[in-house]
């Protein structure tokens, strides 16, 4: 038995040895190569220096301006009727389409004839009608006619004045005068049209010397006005106006803000007046599309950047020393491109701190930068 386990043993020993042997050199080479390799070279990168462009901070007060549109309009304009019936037998040189006409102008006159006549019966009934009061009131004097029969007479003499007043009036009205200075607009009388006696439109006239411009602020943009220590009426305004090739500049001020609150924004509607000193208001009319700009709030010691130094609308990145520096910030408003930001606690902008104002995708916090 032990003799069979002996036998056993010496062969698994003879089949081993190749193996242990062939292990063994593997061994040997590996501690040989490691004993021999060299050691690679250290390579120092460069650190990548980003080139970018910088702004100074600098506090300060600035007032930005909203940009807004609105339509010009008339602070009055008027309908023209024909208070009385007729044929049309003249018309004013100025009455027709864009005409510019003065106050107390002649616009049109109606056929009078009938109203003459009218007059001139009514007058003379009124003459006997008066002589019969006086003579009634001297008979009654007398004592040979009641007080109601002078009282019948003087109310006779009384309506028929009335009746004349009524006609002189309707006499007058044959003739329409410019209530004021203006432009013509809408005319649909002409020389020889028949005119009915239902206060018939003739025409519009509009006044170019009060004119007006209507916009609308949002109800963050009239929050913003009213906080600000410029009240709102009174506030300047600059328009302009373009017409082919050519912009015209005006000056108006705030007169008034609308009625009522739009249920749908909250924003209100706002009238600013055209300084009358404007050399070019003749020429515009209304229902022009313009341009407008308003102060907006005053901001005391903001700082203004480009909006792109602004990053994730929370903070800014200063240079110091070659490097990015996160400061945390909060935004006030804006003007045009420009963004209004003050630090935000525990951040610290300083006057003379250089901000990043291009935007870089590898923007961090210890990355040099080159400034331009």
Known sequence: MNSEKKNFLNQVLKRSIPTLILVGFTVLFIFYLMATK?????????EKV???EAAIAEYKNITP????????????????????????TKVGEN????????????????????YRNAVTEGQAKFDILKNDAERAEKLFLRGSVSEQFKDNALLEKIQQEIILAEAKKDLRDTKLFAPYDGV???????????????????????????????????KAQYGRLLEDSQPVIGRPVSINWTAGNRTFNFDANIARI???????TGGVDVYAILLPDNTSTALIRPGA???????????????SVPDTAIYEEGYVFVIKNERLEKRF???????????????????????????AVTQLREAGEGVTVEIL
């Open 95 to 114: 009455f027709k389409e864009g005409g510019v006409v003065i106050q107390g102008e002649l616009l049109l006159m109606i056929d009078d004839f009938e």
């Open 289 to 303: 599309f313009v341009g407008i700009k308003v102060p907006d709030k005053t901001y005391n010691q903001i700082i």
């Open 184 to 218: 013509i607009n809408g005319v649909v009388a002409s020389l020889g049209k028949q005119v009915s006696t239902f206060n018939d439109k003739v025409g519009e006239i509009i006044d170019i010397t009060n004119l007006e411009v209507r916009f609308s602020l949002s």
């Open 65 to 88: 301006h909203l940009k807004l549109f609105g339509e010009i309009t008339s602070a009055r304009r008027s309908d023209l009727r024909a208070s009385v019936g007729g044929q049309v």
């Open 329 to 355: 910030i909060s935004i006030l408003g804006y003007d045009n491109i420009n963004t209004l930001i003050v630090a935000k606690h525990p951040s610290v902008i300083e006057n003379g701190d250089m901000i």
């Open 38 to 46: 060299t050691e690679p070279e250290i390579i120092d990168a460069p």
């Open 50 to 52: 980003w080139p970018i």
């Open 258 to 264: 609308g009625a009522e609150i739009k249920s749908n």
